[in-house]
């Protein structure tokens, strides 16, 4: 099973700002494979970016993907009041499995 | 407007049992994978089985196997979720969510999601 393991596990920054998330696999991603998901408090989750740096649908392209094999990376460019959020990065190029999450809590 | 409805959920006792119901609309229900991922109070999301768009494939996660049975009526366009033996770490929400590309099956995101139901395992 691929281990997916988000870093850091908070961040704290202002709106404005730029964050940039990590998720780190503990074997290379197929085919990148490699999703990241939002959720809100008491939302289900959203699908950001699918194939590791392809938008889904309606996503501003503030939000943007990138990486292979072992290292992604999620960047919002400059952070809006409803990006604070939790984050989950998800691999379905083996099996199927989540991140642990990053907070992205207002500084 | 693409929506799923879970339903199903509630308070059940340790060895218990238990089917959650997802409900499709606004899309060809029969031409996608679906999937369960659950999510305890406070906790990160984690995957829990799928199937294939004719039922024909199915998956679990470890944790699950041997005790949930993943399955589909696409002439109801519902999903289900039969949860058996559940114990305390079982208790989550639980969330349907539909695999992005037509016809595949764990080649894809999951692109539209239930709000979810909540399980509750306690004596």
């Known amino acids: 099973e691929i281990v997916l393991t988000q870093s850091p596990g908070t961040l704290c920054l202002s709106p404005g700002e730029r964050a940039t998330l990590s998720c780190r696999a503990s074997?290379?991603?197929?085919?990148?494979?490699l999703a990241w998901y939002q959720q809100s408090p008491g939302q289900a989750p959203r699908l950001l970016i699918y194939g590791a740096s392809s938008r889904a649908t309606g996503i501003p392209d503030r939000f943007s993907g990138s990486g292979s094999g072992t290292e992604f990376t999620l960047t919002i460019s400059r952070l809006e009041p409803e990006d604070f959020a939790v984050y989950y990065c998800q691999q379905y190029g083996s099996s199927l499995t989540f991140g642990g999450g990053t907070k992205v809590e207002i500084k | 407007e693409v929506q799923l409805l879970e339903s199903g959920g509630g308070l059940v006792q340790p060895g218990g049992s238990l089917r959650l119901s997802c409900a499709a609309s606004?899309?060809?229900?029969?031409?996608?994978?679906m999937h369960w991922v659950r999510q305890a109070p406070g906790k990160g999301l984690q995957y829990v089985s799928g199937?294939?768009?004719?039922?024909?494939?199915?998956h679990y996660a470890n944790s699950v196997k041997g005790r949930f049975t993943i399955s589909r009526d696409n002439s109801k366009t519902t999903l289900y979720l039969q949860m058996g033996s559940l114990r305390a770490d079982d208790m989550a929400f639980y969330y349907c969510?539909?695999?992005?590309?037509?016809?595949?099956?764990?080649?894809?995101?999951?692109?539209?999601w239930g709000q979810g139901t909540m399980v509750t395992v306690s004596s």
């Open positions: 074997q290379s991603v197929p085919s990148s494979y």
């Open positions: 969510a539909r695999e992005g590309l037509t016809y595949s099956f764990g080649a894809d995101a999951f692109d539209i």
């Open positions: 199937i294939s768009s004719n039922g024909g494939s199915t």
């Open positions: 606004g899309f060809t229900f029969s031409q996608y994978a």
